[in-house]
């Protein structure tokens, strides 16, 4: 199933494609929060082969996505169902791996990886080589039980973070959640204008992760430091070989090299440069402003801790 929300159509006719191919292979739900004028295109292209569903906006500080893939798994009629943005382009491969996979686990986190590789794609995947070096990336879409999912209620809204949400959530609901770090998806990069807007809110998600922010934080004061005692140098050439070297193991990492240019590993000092501003941005705007703007409102919490969940979970009994 598909959340989509399109303020414009410039990429209808190729989404529509994928969405042809997919239909020859599996049932295909899109949750479709775009404006009127724009479902009713939809409507006409999508008509009688796939499941088109309206989700209307909620009122006030709410993630859409949320509401769409709750809309779109309530109306699914299989147990095992795919979560994936709308710039997600599967192949038989994934798709077959992801119902495999789902045989034995209750969430499956597969990895993205960028179908062409503008300057902003790589530098972007600086960031998933470095989540891949220790863990795993954060991807755009998800394998998971249709039982499960409704067994817990779906997940919450009010949320920026809302992958990491569902991840805990489902982990609180006692399922079994697997990351699959060499199950790569492919998926369409975004505009530069679109990647640009996204810098400071990417860096608000690590909210939700406190250890991590707070390494986060801590560039910038190094930075600082080292040019306050003239080692200005030295400073920031361990920092970026540190970089480089930890987003290379990531690379290198369960056959990430497969899908994942050389070239994308240098460019992990340039992220942890503009990681290490945009910390300091997206604090100033939790205190002061009351979290970042989403869609008119402003979202406070990036995702609620996983002992926030459990006792959120123990209270509705």
Known sequence: ??????????????????????????????????????????????????????VTPTPGPHNGKVAGVCAGIHAAAHEKVIIADDDVRYDDTALRRVGEV???????????????WPWHARWDTARTLLNRAFSG???????????????????RDDV???????????????????????????????????????????????????????VELLVLPTVGWA???????????????????????????????????????AFAPLWIAERGVCAWIALVRRLLLGGVRYHGGRLPTAAHSTRWLARHRASRG
């Open 102 to 116: 789902l045989d034995g686990a209750d969430l499956v986190v597969p990895q993205n990886y960028f179908s062409a």
């Open 137 to 155: 990336d954060y991807p755009g879409t998800y394998g998971i039980r249709r039982a499960v999912f409704l067994g817990m209620g779906g997940y």
């Open 227 to 265: 040019v306050l005692r003239h080692r200005t140098a030295r400073v920031t050439g361990v920092l970026a070989v540190a970089g480089i070297a930890l987003a290379e193991w990531g690379r290198r990492r369960q056959r990430g090299t497969s899908v994942y240019p050389a070239t994308t590993a």
């Open 160 to 214: 920026l973070f809302e992958n990491l949400e569902l991840m805990r959530t489902v982990r609180v609901a006692g399922g079994r959640v697997a990351n699959v770090p060499d199950l790569f998806v492919r998926r369409n990069p975004p505009t530069a204008r679109h990647f640009r807007s996204q810098r400071v809110r990417q860096a608000y998600d690590s909210l939700a992760q406190p250890a991590r922010y707070c």
């Open 1 to 54: 199933m598909v959340p989509l929300r399109w303020s414009d159509d410039r990429d209808l006719d190729e989404f529509t494609g994928y969405l042809r191919w997919l239909a020859s292979r599996c049932e295909v739900v899109v949750a479709d929060g775009s404006p009127a004028a724009l479902f009713e295109r939809h409507a006409q292209e999508w008509s009688g082969w796939l499941t088109h569903l309206r």
